[in-house]
């Protein structure tokens, strides 16, 4: 991918991204809406959608690397690019989003995980 097309984050896949959440190098920035998030989504994420990104009052953070997921990587993608026209660096988007983290068999935890018991 040419830096035109991808100006000022990287792209990692969801195993290298897990990697750096388990070693505790990275943040994890969920960019999906809340009731997405709510659903499901990757254990320590926190969660700023991007309807609701503001670069002007997001916290420049330089001593882990940030990572952005959404739900195929398209959100994250504009998030990352939004953040980086404003100055923002160390910024990496998760390719695939919480898609690929699910067909990974990672971690993932939200209502979607809860048992209903609707006995009587």
């Known amino acids: 991918m040419s830096d035109t097309e991808n100006p000022g984050f990287d792209e990692i896949d969801v195993q290298a991204a897990n990697g750096l959440l388990q070693s505790g190098d990275a943040l994890l920035v969920d960019v999906r809406e809340p009731q997405e998030y709510e659903f499901e989504h990757v254990p320590g994420s926190l969660l700023q959608p991007l309807s609701f990104l503001d670069p002007d009052l997001f916290p420049a953070i330089t001593e882990k690397k940030m990572l952005f997921i959404c739900g ?22 998760i390719s695939g989003g919480v898609d690929a983290w699910r067909k990974a068999d990672l971690d ?8 209903h018991d609707y006995m009587i």
Do not use: D, H, M, Y
């Not at 959100?75 to 980086?84: H, I, N, V, Y």
């Not at 993932?108 to 048992?115: A, D, I, V």
């Open 108 to 115: 993932l935890e939200g209502t979607r995980f809860e048992t």
């Open 72 to 93: 195929v990587g398209k959100r994250s993608a504009a998030a990352c690019k939004q953040l980086a026209k404003a100055g923002f660096t160390n910024l990496t988007n």
